[in-house]
Structure formats: C-alpha cells, structure tokens
C-alpha cells in the first residue's frame, strides 16, 4: 500500500469516528475518535478470541505495520504537531513564567522519571511481574513527559486564566525533549548497548540536545523571519511556516540535537514583537487558520492510531495487574514532581496550590508515550512494561482529560478580574 492509501484510510477512518463521535458520544473530538476506534478494537480482539479462525486483526494491524507509528510521529507529524502547538502559547504570559516553565520541563520531568522509577520498581514484584531496576527508570523517562498534543487540545476547552495556561502548554511543548534526551541514554543502558553513562556525558548530551536544539530553532525562526519580512502574500508566509517547521525539526535531527525543542523554539519565534512585525496581519489570520486545521486533522488520525495500538498487547493479568498499580503511583509521581520542581512558589503563595492540583490532573500522556513504548526491544519486558504504558495513556486522555473541565470549573471559575493565578 502506497503513502496516498495509507493517507485515505486514515481520514477516512477519522471522519467516520468523528461523525459517530458528533452525533452519539459528542465527546471532544480527539477523544472522541480514540474511544470508538479503542471500542473498535476490543470488539475485535473480543469477536476473535470466540472465532479464532475470522482473522479481523489481520487489517488493522497490516494498517499498523505499515505506517509504524514510532518512526512517523517522532520522525514527521510531530514537528508538526509541535509547530502548531508552539505559535498558540501566549508569548508574553510564558516567557513571565519562564522559571517556573523551566522548572516543570527540566527538573520536573527528571524528578518524575525518578519517583515513577522507584515507585514501579517496588510494585512491580508485588503483581508478579519483577522488572531490572534500569528498565523502571526507560518506564519513568516513557510517562513522564506530559503529551503536547493532547495539553494543547485540553486547554482549548478550559477556562484557566492566561498564565497558567501558558505554563501548562510551555512544560508540555519542552518536556517532551528532555524526556527523549533521558530515554535516549537510559535505553541504552538497559540494552547492554553503553556500558556505562557519566555525569558529565549526560549533561553534555543535554546540552548539545536541549540547548543546542533551542538555539537551533531560534535561528531558523530568525531567518525565516527575514525572508518574509516585507513580503505581503499570505500563502508565501505560509510555504515559510511550513519549511520552518519541517526544515528546522529535520536539521536538528541531522546534528544530533532535540527536534522538538528546535521546532517548539522555531514556532515560538512567530508570537515574538519580530515576528509580529514580518507577518502582516491578514496573513497571520490565515497561518492561525491554516495551522489549526492541520494541528486538528493529525491529532484525529494520531488518537486513531492510538486506539488501534491495543492490538499490538498481548493481555496477560500479570500486565493488567501491573497497569492498574502503576495508573495511581503516576498521578502520585506527577504530583511530587510538580511541587519538588516548583516548591519556592508554593512556599511564598499558597494560594497557588490550586495550580498545582490542576498541573497534576492535567498531566496528560499521549502518542509520544506510546511511540517510545512501542519502539522498545522485543521481549518478556516489553510485553510488561508496553501495556503499563499504554493503559496510562489511556486513563489519562479519557479519565483525567474528560474530567478537567469540571476540576477547573470548582478551582477557577468565577476568576476575579485582576487575578494573578499562576
């Protein structure tokens, strides 16, 4: 099958789900599309294990092998992804927050990996299902970034006030890099393949990966906004855009440097006075426009994709017995590793707790979650730790997100006027 009927199935699968979604569940839409095509899915499996000889997985997973969602999302929709998601932060309210953005993305998502690590390490025998302590912390570094795509979408439909909706989208657009920088070093680790890892190579490849990648991106987005500047025709600012993004997430890939803070930073550069200045106003309407639309159309074929995935979990209790311990011990861990990242707030406002109540139910995980668990090495570990992974993404998308709008509703609404809530 060629990319072009890959492509058709997908949106075709999608706006079938949508419109089920649309006139029964009406759930939001991405969330929507990964119930039905989960529901899907378990029919399936259900319908085979009473007729094994029907064979219904054979598409679906045919579907799954050729499009190999590790390699597709963390090598092409997600710069993207994260290119849409980036020009939809509110600059000026981040770059206020920038500590406390800093703190969530770095030392939050390191203190996560930690605390899921040694938390799973510990329950994991309790279920009858023993993992290496090193294999716990490739657990810790798979869930412990918060998931972009599905942040971004959350926030949409919430009505947070304006800083904390920018620290929320900042940490979810950057932990994501330091997440894979971990889970680069700590994979190789537990496969035998380095024998051993340094301090200082860990905070040399950080570097080189974060802050080389975030330097990246601002010069790609500083000379693509030359190159536009004073041009006033709305679908060359577009062509631009979409070279910024794919040129800046491939480069960065090629140097060895993290795509997605490089394009996180080169989609940032936009909502800058710069930026503002190059793109003249009609044209940013349609960009906004243009972005928004491809940020809802993959989100729709990822959260397909995603639903679809179960196929590729072999049930066994020990697994299910293993998720249902992990689902509690990872709000647990997000919840710490929010306040550990960011304790001298809290300590000067308390007031500010509500933020932390909201940043850990509102942890969400996503496709990135589950392209790092489906990339793991073939084995008895993989068969554990991918079904743990896959039932966090899960509980989280459908539980927690479906659930956030009534926690901020108790939280934050009515906000009065000159609040200052993050």
Request: aromatic share 6%; glycine share 10%.
């Amino acid at each position: 099958m060629n990319a072009l009927g890959l492509f058709a199935i997908l949106t075709t699968l999608s706006t079938l789900f949508s419109i089920v979604n649309h006139r029964t569940l009406r759930l939001p839409m991405t969330i929507g599309v990964l119930a039905i095509s989960l529901a899907v899915s378990l029919a399936i499996m259900a319908l085979e294990a009473l007729f094994p000889s029907l064979d219904l997985h054979l598409v679906p997973r045919a579907l799954l092998g050729a499009i190999d969602l590790p390699r597709t999302l963390l090598d092409g929709a997600l710069s993207l992804l994260l290119f849409a998601g980036a020009m939809q932060v509110d600059l000026h309210h981040m770059l206020s927050r920038i500590i406390s953005v800093t703190a969530l993305a770095v030392l939050g998502t390191i203190f996560a990996v930690g605390l899921l690590a040694v938390s799973a390490w510990c329950v994991f025998p309790l279920v009858g299902a023993p993992v290496p302590f090193v294999w716990c912390v490739v657990l810790g570094a798979i869930l412990a970034p918060t998931d972009p795509v599905s942040v971004v979408g959350m926030l949409r439909r919430l009505g947070l006030p304006a800083p904390l909706q920018a620290i929320f989208a900042g940490e979810s657009l950057f932990n994501d890099g330091v997440g894979v920088v971990i889970f680069g070093v700590t994979i190789g680790l537990a496969t035998g393949e380095v024998a051993s890892v340094s301090t200082a190579d860990i905070a040399t490849d950080f570097l080189l990966q974060a802050v080389g990648g975030g330097l990246l991106g601002a010069l790609t987005g500083w000379i693509a906004l030359r190159l536009v500047r004073g041009v006033d025709d709305a679908h060359i600012a577009l062509l631009a855009t979409l070279a910024l993004a794919s040129g800046t997430f491939a480069l960065a890939n090629a140097l060895h440097m993290s795509g997605p803070i490089a394009v996180v930073v080169a989609g940032m550069s936009l909502g800058t006075r710069h930026g503002h200045a190059a793109i003249q106003d009609h044209a940013r309407t349609e960009l906004l426009a243009f972005w928004s639309m491809v940020d809802e159309v993959l989100n729709a074929m990822l959260f397909l994709l995603i639903g679809f995935e179960i196929l590729e979990i072999t049930p066994r209790l020990s697994a299910l017995l293993a998720t249902l311990a992990v689902i509690p011990l990872s709000i647990a861990a997000r919840g710490l590793s929010v306040l550990c990242a960011t304790l001298p707030v809290y300590l000067r406002n308390r007031d500010r707790w509500r933020a932390l109540a909201v940043l850990t139910w509102g942890g969400l995980r996503g496709g990135i979650s589950v392209s790092l668990a489906l990339g793991l090495p073939s084995g008895a570990l993989r068969d554990t730790l991918l079904p743990v992974c896959y039932g966090i993404v899960v509980f989280t998308i459908l539980v927690q997100g479906l659930t956030m709008e009534r926690l901020v509703g108790r939280l934050y609404r009515p906000v009065p006027a000159g609040t200052d809530a993050a």
